[in-house]
Nanobody, 124 residues
Framework: QLQASGGGLVQAGGSLRLSCAASGITFGYCAMGWFRQTPGNDREFVAGISRSGRYSNYADSVEGRFTISRDVAKKTVYLQIDNLKLDDTAVYYC???????????????????WGQGTLVTVSS
């Protein structure tokens, strides 16, 4: 089970940190990812991190503004969002995939577990 939190209403240029707490899964064996979705659109990859935390990658639209990280002891993955833009408004979802190799996963269809989503609204 994944529990996402940290969303809210923020002005453009501001920052947020999203959290996703895992339970009932072997967190240390999971690649983790963040996705976002707006009404009428498919779920979009935002950021991914490997099971060790050594590797991460980002969508081009968020590169340099978003940072994904993980805390194994807390079984939590984070998404630090800086310099928020109006286009960042979306429901953000975290996801987990049990994986043997240490790499990131960008494809939503490859993830096995999903959180319930947390809404980020950016105002002008």
């Amino acid at each position: 089970q994944l529990q996402a939190s940290g969303g809210g209403l923020v002005q453009a240029g501001g920052s947020l940190r999203l959290s996703c707490a895992a339970s009932g899964i072997t967190f240390g064996y999971c690649a983790m990812g963040w996705f976002r979705q707006t009404p009428g659109n498919d779920r979009e990859f935002v950021a991914g991190i490997s099971r060790s935390g050594r590797y991460s990658n980002y969508a081009d639209s968020v590169e340099g503004r978003f940072t994904i990280s993980r805390d194994v002891a807390k079984k939590t993955v984070y998404l630090q969002i800086d310099n928020l833009k109006l286009d960042d408004t979306a429901v953000y979802y975290c996801a987990a995939r049990v994986i043997l190799k240490d790499y990131t996963v960008r494809n939503a269809n490859e993830y096995e577990y999903w959180g319930q989503g947390t809404l980020v609204t950016v105002s002008s």
